[in-house]
């Protein structure tokens, strides 16, 4: 069975600061994917990131980056210079070959609220 | 291109009723996927569909289930509401199984 957890539930923010959302994962499958969405207001999930668990590389994106580690199971995402849009609720989630990659497993989501 | 459309974005039905719910993938996006987002237990998986075929089956009643036409299109039932069925129902679509999923705005189901 996967799991993920994240373990803060509502950060709180002044805009321009980092911030970083922790995200822990547990599976037996060896091959699987990781993912960070955004959820706004409107309610959908916006796409952020995909990692296969082959590939530990950090990434940037802009003002995002992505820190994945396999040895202690932790996939975090950070904020840089934070902005009021950033405001959102956001998920981390896997999925696993044995389970089908179509089936994600999502953490209870984290608050972000960036204060201007 | 069009991104993933739910519809209705918004239902109110009492207890006892049935529900249907519709999902409009991406344009050449074969699967279709199914979530249930509750306050309580967050987001939960319900069921995945590709090629008109049922691949996966979330821990949900028999009381919710779906299907998925040739245009990839796809429905979700449910019936008998309860009032714990009161949920935003989320339907995402990718072009194969083990890429990106894309989400829609989801229908808000209100159960009374």
């Known amino acids: 069975a996967q799991k993920v957890t994240q373990a803060q539930t509502e950060i709180s923010v002044v805009e321009k600061e980092d911030v970083t959302l922790d995200c822990v994962y547990e599976?037996?499958?060896?091959?699987?994917?990781l993912f960070w969405y955004k959820q706004p207001p409107s309610g959908e999930l916006v796409f952020l990131i995909r990692?296969?668990?082959?590939?530990?590389q950090n990434e940037i994106s802009g003002r995002y980056s992505w820190n994945f580690q396999k040895s202690t199971s932790s996939f975090n995402f950070t904020i840089t210079a934070s902005q009021v849009v950033d405001s959102a609720v956001y998920f981390c989630?896997?999925?696993?070959?044995?389970?089908?990659?179509?089936?994600?497993?999502f953490g209870q989501g984290t608050i972000l609220t960036v204060h201007p | 291109k069009a991104g993933v459309t739910q519809t209705p974005r918004y239902l109110i039905k009492t207890r006892g009723q049935q529900v249907t719910l519709s999902c409009s993938p991406i344009?050449?996006?074969?699967?279709v996927s199914w979530y249930q987002q509750t306050p309580g237990q967050g987001l939960q998986f319900l069921f995945e569909?590709?090629?008109?075929?049922?691949?996966n089956k979330g821990n949900f009643p028999g009381r919710f289930s779906g299907r998925q036409f040739s245009n990839s299109r796809s429905e979700m039932n449910v019936s008998t509401l309860e009032l714990g069925d009161s949920a935003l129902y989320l339907c995402a679509s990718s072009f194969q199984e083990n890429e990106k999923l894309f989400f829609g705005s989801g229908t808000q189901l209100s159960v009374l």
């Open positions: 989630a896997l999925s696993a070959r044995d389970t089908s990659y179509g089936k994600l497993t």
């Open positions: 569909y590709f090629s008109e075929t049922q691949r």
């Open positions: 599976t037996r499958d060896t091959t699987y994917y």
């Open positions: 344009s050449g996006h074969r699967s």
């Open positions: 990692r296969n668990s082959f590939d530990e």
